[in-house]
C-alpha cells in the first residue's frame, strides 16, 4: 500500500474517493437517523452502500490507471534496471525541489477549488431551504460542509505534488525509466497512463540562476504539459543529454 501511495497520479484519486466514501457515509447515517427500521439497519445501509461504491471506484481506477506497470517498474528502478540514477547533495536536493516545484506553482489554478467549494455551498442552501429546513441550521450544517470540502481538496491537490515530501528529508534520488520518474523523497510519476502520453523531453542548459534540467512534457486532452522538471546534478550532463537521445529512438519515436 505505501508503495502505491508513492504513485502521484493515484495520490489524489485515492485520497478523494476515501474522503468522498466518509462523506457520504455521515450524510447517509444522518439521513437515516429517524429510520423506523432501526439503528443497527440504518448503520448497516450507510457503511454497506458507500463502501460497495468505494470498491466498484477502486476497481474501475485499477482498470483505467493500471498501477501494477508502475509497481512494476518501481521495483525494477529499486533493483538496478533503470536507465539512469541520480543521487543528491543536499545543495543540489533544496535546487531539484526548487524547480520541480516552481513547474507545481506555473500549472496550479488558486481558483478551482474555492469556486467548486462555493457551487457546492450554494447547492446545499437552495436545497435547505426548497425542504424547508430551519435557516440556520442550513447555513451552519453548509458552512461546516463547505470548510471540510475545501481542506480535504486543498489537501488532496497538495498530496499529488512530489516536492511536497521531497522537501521532508535533505537528501534525495531520482531514477529514470522509460516509463516514469521516481523521486525517493517524493514519488514516481508516470511517463505513460490512462489521459497522456510522453510527447517530449527536452535537456534545458543551466543559467546564472538555475541549474540544468530535464523537462518531461504529455499531451493530455489534446494540449502539451509539462509533466515533472528533472534536475541534472552536476557533471552528469553528457549522461542527461544522452538520456534524452535514448527517449528520442526508443520511446518517442515509436508512438
Known sequence: MTRLFSILQLRAPLVGL?????MMVVGMRFGFRDWDQGPGAAWLVSLGIPAAALLVAL????????????????????????????????????????IEGRREREQRNPYTVPLCAAAVGLVMVAAGAAAGAHGVIVIGVTIAFV???????????????GTLMARGRPRGE?????????????????LHAFGFRLREVDFVDATNETP?????TVRAKGELWPLTDVVV???????????VQRFQTEVLTSR
Open 18 to 22: 476515501l474522503g468522498v466514501t466518509v
Open 59 to 98: 476497481s474501475i481506477f485499477a482498470v483505467a490507471l493500471q498501477p501494477q506497470t508502475q509497481l512494476r517498474d518501481m521495483n525494477r528502478m529499486l533493483t538496478g534496471q533503470s536507465w539512469a540514477h541520480w543521487h543528491y547533495d543536499e545543495a543540489d536536493w533544496k535546487a531539484a525541489n526548487y
Open 212 to 216: 540544468a534540467y530535464l523537462r518531461f
Open 233 to 243: 546534478p552536476p557533471g552528469r550532463e553528457e549522461e542527461a543529454r544522452a538520456l
Open 147 to 161: 470548510a471540510l470540502l475545501y481542506l480535504a481538496a486543498v489537501g488532496t491537490a497538495l498530496l499529488s505534488h
Open 174 to 190: 531520482v531514477y529514470i525509466s522509460s516509463l516514469g520518474v521516481y523521486r525517493r523523497p517524493g514519488g514516481y510519476a508516470a
